[in-house]
């Protein structure tokens, strides 16, 4: 559904990621893990058409991303950034109802499929309480939520997350994950930055391990996560064990 040929981005002098190849599975959860750095982030928003690529390109449904008008890109792919501005007064339900723009016409008039969409993603995420409230008035973790509601309310096949469990206290980052996973089944691809192994291990279905702007190792995380691995690409003497609930593979640092 989305792939990278030959991508190369720089920031000035500095290149960030390098001639990198890569294609993200379809209807996956994909986890881009990898040390402060590496370049997780700027290759995210080169997929949703944020950063240029110097050279190379990146390609959805085998068209290049240049292709697409951006109301047609934003019916596709939605993008949760690292950094989010907040409207100054904005209510909770005015920002989760910006996710339906791509779909209305230079009215903004919401129709009733719009509205329930709009409804049902804030119930999801559990801001509906918030509704009329300000978002800068709600602490962080509430206002991530609302700004995930967006874009849920977007309803993109594909969604992409940049390091979404910040501010979020743990069990909201679970519910996060298990959120994630119901994207999933409903045929959504997500693509998703972490900083946390072990979540990115237990909730997603395929890796891609970058160091230095290059992709170091991809796979099901039971094929990558290795304790080489950690040692290589983050400098950690760690044992990587089976997780006791998921079965999946997690480490503990020493």
């Known amino acids: ?42 290759l995210l928003k080169a997929l949703a058409r944020i950063n240029k690529a110097n050279a190379g390109q990146v390609l959805l449904n085998n068209q290049p991303l240049s292709s697409y008008a951006d109301k047609q890109l934003a019916q596709q792919m939605s993008l949760l950034p690292q950094i989010l501005i907040t409207p100054e007064g904005i209510t909770v339900q005015r920002l989760v109802e910006y996710g339906r723009s791509p779909y209305i016409s230079h009215w903004g008039k919401l129709g009733d499929q719009d509205k329930n969409i709009v409804n049902a993603a804030m119930q999801e995420t559990q801001v509906s309480e918030f509704a009329t409230q300000a978002v800068e008035s709600l602490s962080g973790g509430q206002r991530q939520r609302a700004w995930i509601a967006m874009i849920l309310a977007q309803d993109t096949d594909i969604i992409m997350l940049d390091e979404p469990t910040t501010y979020l206290d743990l069990s909201h980052q679970i ?44 796979g099901e995380p039971e094929e990558v996560f290795t304790e080489q691995l950690l040692r290589d690409v983050f400098s950690l003497e760690a044992k990587v064990i089976k997780d006791p609930i998921a079965d999946t593979p997690m480490c503990v640092a020493y």
């Open 1 to 42: 559904m989305i792939s990278t040929e030959n991508l190369t981005i720089a920031y000035g002098d500095k290149v960030i990621i390098n001639d990198l190849n890569l294609t993200l599975q379809k209807g996956k959860i994909t986890a881009l893990i990898g040390p402060n750095g590496c370049g997780k982030s700027t």
């Open 175 to 218: 519910e996060l994950m298990k959120l994630m996973q119901a994207m999933k089944n409903k045929g959504k691809t997500v693509i998703v930055v972490l900083h946390d192994l072990n979540q990115a291990c237990r909730y997603s279905d395929h890796l891609v391990v970058m160091k230095e702007g290059a992709v170091i190792a991809e």
